[in-house]
């Protein structure tokens, strides 16, 4: 673990994650 990050943001009342693995790899979830 340790190296991942998730960032919230809240877009017209929707919040998504997007999130960055240790690989550079981003993932937007809902």
Not at 6 to 17: A, P, Q, S, T
Request: without cysteine.
């Amino acid at each position: 673990m340790g190296g991942q990050r998730v960032l919230e943001i809240v877009h017209l009342g929707e919040v998504y994650r997007l999130q960055t693995t240790r690989f550079g790899k981003l993932i937007l979830t809902k």
